[in-house]
């Protein structure tokens, strides 16, 4: 059916039932998948429950014919196994088998991304802090990732664009289906001049748990995570766990010990995150990598 461990990968990718554990088991079985394609259902016991509507999935030319018509719609579909694949993101935990972007592809291959996070209610304050910090970080040539997600994220990709820098979105669910879909025009506008990626099949509507689980690739495409302001609790937060776990910076903007989107980002600086001012508090930390000029 397909002459290719990447070609089967993709393939599998799309079938119900599939997560990230039964992909690595079934590599781990067979690590080129090219007996899984000649199986019959009766064999398969990896998630019995599901057996039929794997089968099913697997020997449909229906996704055959609808993964061909990716290239037309100008989506880029990354595997694993690919040169490109972004060479921060292949060290994480659990990284996606599968990476579908629309829009300058060639990005993802940057060794300079930097991840800016923060709260979905943003004080006029925070925003004044992300246009003190991203116009020099975008002058020394660092791609600003973010989610897409209201306040701090889309502000963070709506000033890179004014800035005429380079941004990437990661969003949760399809690139068919994006979420918020009042920022669908700015996303058009994404995926014609920056980027959006998804680990998700385009056609994916998002799903609650996704968001969460997008965050891992947020920091991990990143050298560093910047969190502007978050609450306590927050999205925000769980990035910068990821970026932590990942062997990553994170930086963070203090703020007043009487402002809600404040106790986040002041409690990871008491937890050892690096307080930020200036942009340059950024850029130095990675001045053995990229001198500053």
Not at 7 to 18: A, D, K, S, Y
Not at 209 to 224: E, K, V, Y
Request: charged share 20%.
């Amino acid at each position: 059916m397909y002459s290719s461990v990447r070609e089967r990968l993709i393939h599998l990718h799309h079938c119900r039932g599939v997560g990230w554990k039964t992909i690595d088991q079934l590599l781990r079985m067979d690590p080129t998948l090219s007996s899984l394609f000649s199986l019959p259902a009766s064999t398969m016991s990896i998630f019995p429950e599901r057996n039929s509507l794997f089968f099913q999935d697997l020997h449909s030319p229906a996704i055959k014919s609808m993964i061909k018509t990716y290239k037309d719609n100008h989506i880029h579909v990354i595997t694993i196994f690919d040169d490109d694949y972004p060479k921060w993101l292949k060290h994480i935990f659990q990284p996606p088998w599968v990476l579908y972007a629309k829009g300058k592809r060639e990005w993802l291959s940057s060794a300079k991304m930097i991840s800016v996070v923060g709260t979905r209610q943003p004080t006029a304050e925070g925003i004044r802090a992300l246009k003190t910090l991203l116009p020099p970080l975008i002058e020394a040539g660092w791609t600003i990732v973010s989610g897409l997600a209201l306040g701090i994220d889309i502000a963070a990709h709506e000033l890179t664009v004014s800035q005429r820098g380079k941004t990437i979105a990661v969003i949760a669910g399809g690139i068919e289906h994006i979420y918020p879909k009042q920022h669908r025009v700015l996303a058009e506008q994404l995926m014609h001049d920056h980027l959006i990626v998804s680990e998700y099949p385009p056609q994916t509507k998002p799903q609650k748990w996704q968001f969460p689980l997008r965050n891992r690739i947020i920091s991990g495409l990143s050298l560093g995570t910047v969190v502007v302001q978050a609450k306590e609790k927050s999205g925000s937060l769980i990035t910068a766990s990821h970026a932590l776990e990942q062997g990553r910076e994170v930086f963070a903007v203090p703020g007043s010990i009487f402002l809600e989107q404040a106790n986040g980002t002041n409690k990871l600086i008491q937890q050892g995150a690096k307080l930020v001012r200036t942009a340059q508090d950024i850029l130095e930390e990675f001045e053995h990598i990229f001198p500053i000029r």
